[in-house]
């Protein structure tokens, strides 16, 4: 069964504190990886796609890398506008119809304490 | 870009009454579209997808179904809602030539009491 895990399930961290956010997954021949941002009340908005281990994209204070098991989103020099649920989901195939589709991991709660 | 509208924002509804949400795509023609339930501590349940009009797979039996009556709007519909169908409803759609980068709409706050 395809599978994504996030930890830590909720992250702590001072302004400025630079610190990492894990996704790991099972999933028969990965054909990409994705995470999003999520702020209270809202829908998630994406942030990177990855496709292939070694493979890394950047935006602002965020990096996301890629291997063959796992994804680190690594946050650098934090602000507290960056607080946020990020979530982490992996392309898969759908059994009902066949046809491609996310699926999620629980997310990670990170929040930036000014 | 593409958007993803959905309405209402928010809905509390009585259990045994009817549900409908609607989810409109703009931007875009002929997009891959998702309904995901999100429940605390549950994450992203995908409920139905569409890749065409009348085309609809579930991937979670349930008390829901869907519908695509028109390229660009999907549907979640109820006969009669159940208490755990409460929880955070979200429309997302994929683009035909990246359909992976599903944008997601604003999401609709169910609560049935």
């Known amino acids: 069964e395809d599978q994504v895990t996030q930890s830590p399930e909720a992250l702590r961290l001072q302004e400025g504190e630079s610190s990492s956010l894990n996704c790991s997954y099972t999933?028969?021949?990965?054909?990409?990886l994705f995470w999003y941002r999520q702020d209270p009340g809202k829908g998630p908005e994406f942030l990177f796609t990855l496709y292939s281990a070694g493979e890394e994209k950047e935006k602002e204070r965020l990096k996301a890398t890629l291997t063959k098991k796992e994804s680190f989103l690594h946050i650098t020099a934090p602000k507290p506008e960056d607080s946020a649920t990020y979530l982490c989901?992996?392309?898969?195939?759908?059994?009902?119809?066949?046809?491609?589709?996310?699926?999620f991991g629980k997310g990670t709660h990170l929040i930036i304490q000014p | 870009s593409q958007t993803i509208h959905q309405w209402p924002a928010t809905l509390v509804q009585p259990v045994g009454s009817p549900l409908s949400l609607e989810c409109t795509v703009e931007g875009t023609s002929n997009p891959n579209l998702y309904w995901y339930r999100q429940a605390a501590g549950r994450g992203l349940q995908l409920l139905f997808y569409?890749?065409?009009?009348?085309?609809i797979s579930s991937e979670v039996p349930q008390n829901l179904s869907a519908s695509r009556p028109q390229d660009r709007q999907f549907i979640l519909s109820s006969k009669k809602l159940l208490l755990s169908d409460s929880g955070f409803y979200l429309c997302?759609?994929?683009?035909?030539?990246?359909?992976?980068?599903?944008?997601f709409g604003p999401g609709t706050r169910l609560t049935v009491t």
């Open positions: 569409s890749v065409g009009i009348g085309q």
């Open positions: 989901a992996a392309r898969v195939v759908y059994s009902g119809g066949g046809a491609d589709g996310l699926t």
């Open positions: 997302a759609g994929g683009i035909r030539d990246r359909p992976y980068e599903q944008y």
């Open positions: 999933v028969s021949g990965l054909r990409g």
